[in-house]
């Protein structure tokens, strides 16, 4: 059977539909606790951790990726708990928890799997083109938690879909204006209440908020700070070069915002090739 | 000697060259070199000139503008827009820059200074708006003008920037010493998930428990509601206290009705929330993140709100009735209550302030005041409900005035989920 775009929510919508949106995995809270504390029991997070084989393996995993930042070869959870440091390990978590909160659903890996690569090369560009002035951690945490609320909107709104398709599709208008005016909210406001309930910093649930506002990007008028921006554009980049990478272009997004991220982060196009060519080496890399 | 364009107390440049001026500058500012607009509006003048007639307001005004001058005048260019409004046009200037510009200019104002031996403090609401790409000046004088008035309704002496919703952060907010330090806690406290809702029930006069009222709390003992909620008021970080809250409000409203509970849950929101031009969107988000039938939500809102007819409120209002929740009128009769206004509010609730309650029942005024508005809320198809009560005395007399609800530590303290479900149980699941 073809999936159309009806089939396609129609099976979304069962098997999404019961989810309440993800509660703040509780390791969160133990890791708040012990950075509270003036020597946090490192010992006793890691063996929290252990007990969860598959956040090991992923933690371990992104703590060796070149992606967030941190070249180390570790092999246990505290060992990357000692070479992230509390605060960039309890982003890492909950970019980690925060697929797992979902229930698996095989219409959403594709943009699960999008996402988090977004996410690597986000941490990677951050390193890359903003003279470290944005952290690889924040930018990777943003580039996960950024389309949050699509999913959660999917789960809800049984004519989400169809909104979807036309946002992605529209080359002028604002992507979520276009959901505003059916649904009406957009995905990037119930992300940013997402990271506000997981308390993910300030400046990550307001960039999720503006993430599509032209506005944001072009403005010495308007807060976010410049951190926040800098978080906007580089995924925004990020996702032009998977796009471009993979050849597959679901947004009308980098026509929209692209000029603007280009002029914020100072390049230009021959730059964007350059960086093209090295996202692809470590993409494939990757794969 | 001031030229002949300007205005002979001030010194400061006439109101009709702002309008021709700004348009020239406007053409020189690129994105890299953007123009900033500081619209600054004294607070109070009025009962100045009335208390030391206009010669000594048109002095109040020349020290003023003196100070200001002198704080920054060879980049600025300053215009007297009306008796006690000023314009500040600062060329290649970008939001931070102008911003600590603005937050100086405000010290500067509030400095006091004696007038006939009295010390007058003064106060100012500045409004901030950058001129963006392709903007009409005119058009970013006007955002200038509607942030100073933003200011100015949330109580003056402070600053408020155009296009921005009260985002939470500490820029360009200008506080008292022990103020800042309460903020770094408050943003150590968000950091670290450090803030809870707690609840506090409301019982009808046959002992039901007809809704319950989020309260927030924080786990850093040092920071009590009364001190933390003023300064995210000031700071704007209640608009993010306030999202927080209603997203976790509708989702505890939602709990229990999954245990067959379904007990509207009302939650408290702020100006600065309900003034934000997403705010409709943001209420949306939180009933379908919480999945919770909105009838199960209401929503505080104070007096003036209901009588804030700026179009962003009205907007608002309107969206949330079209959203399905409900409203009531927060810490009724203590503001510039207005009983003419009364009748074209769409509430559900009127909730008494607790200062009533506090007099009852020996001040038989007080009493004549809440029998007054029992009888006229139900006239109006409104519930009445009494904040604060603490004893059976009270109960008492409220009950007799014929209000309908009461909430208060004679009934419970607000409490936290947990401790609260054991209380039904204990208290009975009636509703």
Same mark, same amino acid.
């Given at each position: 059977?073809?999936?159309?775009?009806?089939?396609?929510?129609?099976?979304?919508?069962?098997?999404?539909?019961?989810?309440?949106?993800?509660?703040?995995?509780?390791?969160?809270?133990?890791?708040?606790?012990?950075?509270?504390?003036?020597?946090?029991?490192?010992?006793?997070?890691?063996?929290?951790?252990?007990?969860? !084989?598959?956040?090991?393996?992923?933690?371990?995993?992104?703590?060796?990726?070149?992606?967030?930042?941190?070249?180390?070869?570790?092999?246990?959870?505290?060992?990357?708990?000692?070479?992230?440091?509390?605060? @960039?390990?309890?982003?890492?978590?909950?970019?980690?928890?925060?697929?797992?909160?979902?229930?698996?659903?095989?219409?959403?890996?594709?943009?699960?799997?999008?996402?988090?690569?977004?996410?690597?090369?986000?941490?990677?560009?951050?390193?890359? !083109?903003?003279?470290?002035?944005?952290?690889?951690?924040?930018?990777?945490?943003?580039?996960?938690?950024?389309?949050?609320?699509?999913?959660?909107?999917?789960?809800?709104?049984?004519?989400?879909?169809?909104?979807?398709?036309?946002?992605?599709?529209?080359?002028?208008?604002?992507?979520?204006?276009?959901?505003?005016?059916?649904?009406?909210?957009?995905?990037?406001? !119930?992300?940013?209440?997402?990271?506000?309930?997981?308390?993910?910093?300030?400046?990550?649930? @307001?960039?999720?908020?503006?993430?599509?506002?032209?506005?944001?990007?072009?403005?010495?008028?308007?807060?976010?700070?410049?951190?926040?921006?800098?978080?906007?554009?580089?995924?925004?980049?990020?996702?032009?070069?998977?796009?471009?990478?993979?050849?597959?272009?679901?947004?009308?997004?980098? @026509?929209?915002?692209?000029?603007?991220?280009?002029?914020?982060?100072?390049?230009?196009?021959?730059?964007?090739?350059?960086?093209?060519?090295?996202?692809?080496?470590?993409?494939?890399?990757?794969? | 000697?001031?030229?002949?364009?300007?205005?002979?107390?001030?010194?400061?440049?006439?109101?009709?060259?702002?309008?021709?001026?700004?348009?020239?500058?406007?053409?020189?500012?690129?994105?890299? *070199?953007?123009?900033?607009?500081?619209?600054?509006?004294?607070?109070?003048?009025?009962?100045?000139?009335? #208390? +030391?007639?206009?010669?000594? $307001?048109?002095?109040?005004?020349?020290?003023?503008?003196?100070?200001?001058?002198?704080?920054?005048?060879?980049?600025?260019?300053?215009?007297?827009?009306?008796?006690?409004?000023?314009?500040?046009?600062?060329?290649?200037?970008?939001?931070? *820059?102008?911003?600590?510009?603005?937050?100086?200019?405000?010290?500067?104002?509030?400095?006091?200074?004696?007038?006939?031996?009295?010390?007058?403090?003064?106060?100012? #609401?500045?409004?901030?708006?950058?001129?963006?790409?392709?903007?009409?000046?005119?058009?970013?004088?006007?955002?200038?003008?509607?942030?100073?008035?933003?200011?100015?309704?949330?109580?003056?002496?402070?600053?408020?920037? #155009?296009?921005?919703?009260?985002?939470?952060?500490?820029?360009?907010?200008?506080?008292?010493?022990?103020?800042?330090?309460?903020?770094?806690?408050?943003?150590?406290?968000?950091?670290?998930?450090?803030?809870?809702? *707690?609840?506090?029930?409301?019982?009808?006069?046959?002992?039901?428990?007809?809704?319950?009222?989020?309260?927030?709390?924080?786990?850093?003992?040092?920071?009590?509601?009364?001190?933390?909620?003023?300064?995210?008021?000031?700071?704007?970080?209640?608009?993010?206290?306030?999202?927080?809250?209603?997203?976790?409000?509708?989702? +505890?409203?939602?709990?229990?009705?999954?245990?067959?509970?379904?007990?509207?849950?009302?939650?408290?929101?702020?100006?600065?929330? +309900?003034?934000?031009?997403?705010?409709?969107?943001?209420?949306?988000?939180?009933?379908?993140?919480?999945?919770?039938?909105?009838?199960?939500?209401?929503?505080?809102?104070?007096?003036?709100?209901?009588?804030?007819?700026?179009?962003?409120?009205?907007?608002?209002?309107?969206?949330?009735?079209?959203? $399905?929740?409900?409203?009531?009128?927060?810490?009724?009769?203590?503001?510039?209550?207005?009983?003419?206004?009364?009748?074209?509010?769409?509430?559900?609730?009127?909730?008494?302030?607790?200062?009533?309650?506090?007099?009852?029942?020996?001040?038989?005024?007080?009493?004549?005041?809440?029998?007054?508005?029992?009888?006229? $809320?139900?006239?109006?198809?409104?519930?009445?409900?009494?904040?604060?009560?603490?004893?059976?005395?009270?109960?008492?007399?409220?009950?007799?005035?014929?209000?309908?609800?009461?909430?208060?530590?004679? *009934?419970?303290?607000?409490?936290?989920?947990?401790?609260?479900?054991?209380?039904?149980?204990?208290?009975?699941?009636?509703?």
């Amino acid at each position: 059977m073809t999936d159309t775009p009806c089939s396609i929510e129609a099976q979304l919508e069962n098997s999404l539909r019961e989810i309440d949106i993800p509660p703040r995995p509780v390791i969160l809270d133990r890791i708040s606790a012990e950075m509270e504390k003036d020597e946090p029991d490192f010992n006793h997070l890691a063996h929290l951790i252990a007990a969860d !084989v598959a956040l090991s393996a992923s933690l371990i995993k992104i703590t060796n990726s070149p992606f967030f930042g941190f070249r180390g070869r570790v092999h246990t959870p505290r060992e990357a708990l000692m070479l992230l440091g509390l605060n @960039v390990a309890s982003k890492a978590i909950a970019g980690i928890a925060m697929r797992r909160a979902f229930p698996s659903s095989p219409q959403l890996e594709r943009f699960w799997d999008a996402s988090a690569l977004i996410a690597r090369l986000s941490g990677w560009l951050a390193q890359r !083109v903003t003279d470290r002035r944005l952290r690889a951690d924040d930018a990777y945490t943003f580039g996960l938690f950024r389309d949050c609320g699509i999913p959660i909107l999917l789960s809800r709104r049984p004519c989400y879909f169809e909104v979807l398709i036309e946002a992605n599709h529209d080359d002028s208008r604002c992507f979520t204006a276009i959901e505003d005016l059916a649904l009406p909210t957009n995905h990037a406001i !119930v992300g940013s209440l997402l990271a506000q309930s997981w308390w993910l910093t300030d400046e990550t649930s @307001v960039s999720i908020r503006l993430h599509h506002d032209l506005a944001t990007l072009n403005a010495t008028t308007i807060p976010p700070s410049l951190n926040s921006r800098y978080m906007i554009a580089v995924a925004q980049l990020s996702e032009y070069l998977l796009q471009q990478h993979t050849q597959r272009s679901f947004t009308q997004e980098w @026509v929209k915002l692209g000029p603007s991220c280009l002029r914020l982060l100072k390049l230009n196009d021959e730059d964007v090739a350059e960086l093209l060519t090295e996202a692809t080496l470590i993409l494939e890399a990757e794969d | 000697m001031h030229p002949p364009e300007a205005e002979p107390i001030t010194g400061f440049l006439k109101r009709s060259v702002c309008f021709d001026e700004i348009t020239q500058r406007a053409t020189l500012a690129t994105p890299e *070199h953007p123009l900033a607009i500081i619209w600054i509006a004294l607070d109070r003048f009025k009962r100045v000139n009335e #208390s +030391f007639g206009h010669q000594g $307001g048109d002095a109040y005004i020349a020290q003023i503008a003196q100070r200001l001058r002198a704080k920054i005048g060879i980049t600025a260019q300053w215009y007297r827009m009306a008796g006690d409004e000023f314009v500040c046009l600062l060329p290649d200037c970008d939001f931070d *820059h102008t911003n600590q510009i603005a937050a100086t200019l405000l010290r500067e104002i509030e400095t006091p200074f004696p007038i006939n031996k009295l010390l007058l403090h003064p106060s100012a #609401s500045l409004g901030i708006a950058i001129l963006a790409a392709d903007e009409n000046p005119h058009a970013c004088l006007e955002r200038a003008d509607q942030a100073m008035n933003t200011a100015k309704r949330a109580g003056g002496g402070r600053i408020v920037n #155009s296009g921005v919703e009260p985002i939470p952060g500490r820029l360009g907010i200008y506080l008292a010493r022990h103020e800042l330090e309460i903020e770094n806690q408050l943003h150590l406290a968000l950091e670290q998930g450090e803030l809870s809702l *707690h609840y506090q029930p409301c019982l009808d006069s046959n002992g039901r428990v007809v809704s319950f009222e989020a309260l927030l709390r924080c786990a850093n003992k040092r920071l009590t509601p009364s001190e933390f909620i003023p300064v995210a008021e000031k700071t704007g970080l209640i608009v993010r206290l306030g999202e927080w809250a209603l997203l976790e409000g509708a989702r +505890f409203a939602q709990r229990l009705a999954a245990t067959g509970l379904p007990i509207p849950v009302a939650i408290n929101v702020s100006r600065a929330q +309900f003034t934000t031009l997403r705010f409709a969107q943001t209420l949306h988000a939180a009933l379908l993140c919480a999945n919770v039938n909105p009838e199960l939500i209401e929503l505080e809102l104070t007096e003036s709100l209901f009588m804030d007819h700026s179009m962003t409120v009205q907007a608002n209002l309107r969206a949330a009735r079209d959203a $399905g929740v409900a409203l009531s009128i927060d810490d009724f009769g203590t503001g510039y209550s207005c009983l003419a206004n009364l009748k074209d509010i769409k509430a559900g609730k009127l909730k008494l302030d607790r200062a009533f309650v506090i007099a009852l029942p020996q001040d038989t005024r007080a009493v004549a005041v809440v029998k007054a508005i029992a009888r006229l $809320g139900r006239e109006l198809g409104m519930r009445v409900v009494a904040e604060g009560v603490e004893n059976q005395t009270q109960l008492d007399a409220l009950h007799e005035a014929g209000v309908d609800i009461t909430q208060g530590f004679f *009934h419970a303290r607000p409490m936290p989920e947990t401790a609260l479900l054991a209380w039904l149980d204990k208290h009975g699941k009636t509703t």
